[in-house]
């Protein structure tokens, strides 16, 4: 590395390294802050796309235990109305045509759209949760 170099790196480094006081952001590829340790450009398919799967599991965990709680009256009111379409609804009418047909194998159609389903009712309940514990903490701080 020549000296046009060094002085390059040392204008353009950045002076908050966030491996230095993380742990995990230097070793885990998705953990957030790994693709830009290390004078990274930030700009690697692979890691960005590994950060992205990290932060769909995280809001995937908070979905399935309850923890994703807003304040926000249009975020609730859209989260009722976006899980009663997409999870309750096609749930009823489902279990609606079975017991009305008494044709059990309608039942292989539901596989399908049962990740939607799961996803749909998660959201309603995690709404519920929000508006009766007023008390619960945010994940919007």
């Given amino acids: 590395m020549n ?25 885990l590829i998705g953990w957030p802050g790994y693709r830009t340790s290390n004078n990274k ?20 965990r908070w979905l399935l235990t309850g923890k ?13 109305v976006w899980g009663t ?18 044709n059990v194998s309608i039942l292989f159609y539901i596989f399908p759209v049962l990740p939607y389903m799961v996803v749909g009712v998660g959201v309603v309940i995690n709404a519920v949760v929000s508006i009766l514990n007023p008390s619960a903490q945010s994940i919007t701080g």
């Fill in 3 to 27: 000296g046009l170099e060094k002085r390059f790196r040392a204008k353009h480094s950045c002076p908050i390294e966030i491996a230095d006081y993380d742990d995990n952001a230097k070793y």
């Fill in 41 to 60: 450009s930030g700009l690697g398919y692979m890691e960005t796309q590994a950060e992205l799967a990290h932060m769909q599991g995280v809001m995937i």
């Fill in 68 to 80: 994703l709680i807003t304040r926000n009256p249009v975020f609730l009111f859209i989260m009722i």
């Fill in 85 to 102: 379409l997409v999870g309750i609804l096609p749930l009823i009418m489902l279990l609606g045509e079975v017991f009305l047909s008494k």
